[in-house]
């Protein structure tokens, strides 16, 4: 850390010097046009800088399946808009791979390919995208997953079933999204600006988006047990509504929490939501102890059902804490 004295000149102007070691590493000298960004009692500088696409490469040689599809999604996130992706020699199974990966993210298209080299793009302007509009998305997702998925287990239905775990692919991308948006707030105040939404609320959002991703993982769960399983005892089956009754409520009011723009009406869904975890946790006891008078196997497998819709009210829970934190008041 270094220090300046903030000094007048012309009777009007304050005026402080920049710390030459900064200065040279970031090509500012005289003349050089810097860019201001005030955040509350601080304000951000930077070099001025010419609005480019990022341009990344990476050499996929050994890499095959997941581990590419994972490397090509890690370098969209890192923010960059253009990816090539290098090897001694691209093989039919990657390029297949890096195809199954673009079609992961949103906006995303292979631009160029050679017998060395796949190039993606991302055609999307990043300034355009919104934080708040993809987890709005992906909230509506993961409820219409969840409701659908239990569903798909009581009506004893396969085709709602498989297109719940068919739209799991949508809050995945949309989680992607999230993510990179967050990480560009935290590189640039200038993304911050354009994103219109304070580097902490990015955060709040970013850490909701997961457990909706989460959530959205639980419904694909019960979806793929509902594909086993017949028809339920019509008490089970009550009780497994009620459980999705409750753990949906709390979802709903966490999320309305969280978007509230007034603060006590934020504290209120907050703490309402926090304290039917409570209650949810109690039912599902009582729901366990049900469940040991069915046939080993379906308990079993209704039990990690009970589970699913368990955890799921708790992940809502974590989006209700986070709802309150972004409502109190900030030092």
């Not at 017949?230 to 009550?238: N, Q």
């Not at 196997?297 to 989006?319: E, F, H, K, T």
Request: aromatic residues 4%.
């Amino acid at each position: 850390m270094e220090t300046r004295k903030v000094q007048m000149t012309g009777g009007s102007t304050y005026t402080v010097s920049l710390p030459k070691t900064w200065a040279t590493e970031n090509d500012v000298s005289s003349g050089t046009t810097v860019e201001f960004y005030p955040e509350g009692d601080e304000l951000l500088l930077t070099p001025e800088r010419e609005t480019r696409r990022q341009e990344g490469s990476l050499d996929v040689s050994g890499l095959e399946d997941e581990q590419l599809m994972r490397a090509v999604m890690t370098m969209y996130v890192s923010g960059f808009d253009i990816i090539t992706l290098e090897a001694g020699r691209i093989t039919t199974d990657q390029r297949s791979a890096i195809r199954d990966a673009t079609q992961r993210l949103v906006g995303v298209e292979v631009l160029q390919e050679t017998s060395d080299s796949v190039v993606i793009q991302d055609l999307l302007d990043s300034a355009e995208l919104s934080i708040v509009n993809a987890v709005t998305r992906m909230r509506l997702i993961a409820q219409s997953m969840l409701e659908d998925a239990v569903r798909a287990l009581v009506e004893n239905d396969d085709d709602i079933a498989h297109d719940v775990i068919e739209r799991d692919d949508d809050v995945d991308r949309l989680w992607l999204v999230v993510s990179r948006i967050f990480r560009a707030t935290l590189r640039s105040p200038r993304a911050v600006e354009e994103l219109g939404v304070s580097r902490e609320d990015c955060f709040d959002f970013h850490s909701s988006a997961r457990q909706l991703e989460r959530i959205a993982d639980h419904a694909v769960k019960i979806s793929d047990i509902a594909l086993k399983l017949g028809d339920l005892p019509a008490d089970v089956a009550d009780a497994i509504h009620g459980l999705h009754a409750e753990a949906g409520s709390v979802f709903e009011q966490s999320m309305d929490a969280l978007f509230a723009e007034d603060a006590d009406e934020a504290n209120r869904l907050g703490h309402g939501a926090l304290a039917a975890v409570v209650e949810i946790d109690e039912h599902t006891r009582q729901i366990d102890d049900k469940l040991r008078e069915l046939e080993p196997a379906q308990a079993q497998s209704l039990g990690l059902i009970v589970d699913s819709l368990s955890r799921s009210a708790d992940y809502g829970g974590n989006i209700a804490e986070t709802a309150l934190q972004k409502a109190a008041p900030r030092p």
